[in-house]
């Protein structure tokens, strides 16, 4: 089964982010008044030798919520499409997605954003 979703916005260049140690990560963060960003989709990039678990959180600014977590196998990427995308809407307090992987230097997170239109 497949899912269509209109997203408003227009489509930004990815962005990525490669943690040099095991601990959560800022990977995309939107100021308070900023201008707001729509996470589509998130791409996973495991580099070593053997699997490692890979983990997603949007914040609200204040709590961290878990939206993807996933063992990624060795020399494998895997591409989640989000069937619900994740607006991050910073018109009050600041927004982010964080990221950590089980090991250093291995795992490269990629996330695609659309950029939101004004009064979005």
Known sequence: MSVQISVPGVL???TSI?????NVTDA???AAGGAGKTVIGIIVANEDGSARLASVWWNN?????????RSIPANETVTEAL???IQLNAK??????KVQAAAADVVTFTLITTQLSQGS
């Open 28 to 30: 995309l963060s939107i």
């Open 12 to 14: 930004e260049p990815p």
């Open 61 to 69: 600014g204040t709590t961290d919520f878990l939206i993807f977590e």
């Open 92 to 97: 009050a307090a600041a927004k982010k997605i």
């Open 18 to 22: 490669r943690p040099t140690t095991t």
């Open 83 to 85: 069937a619900l995308p």
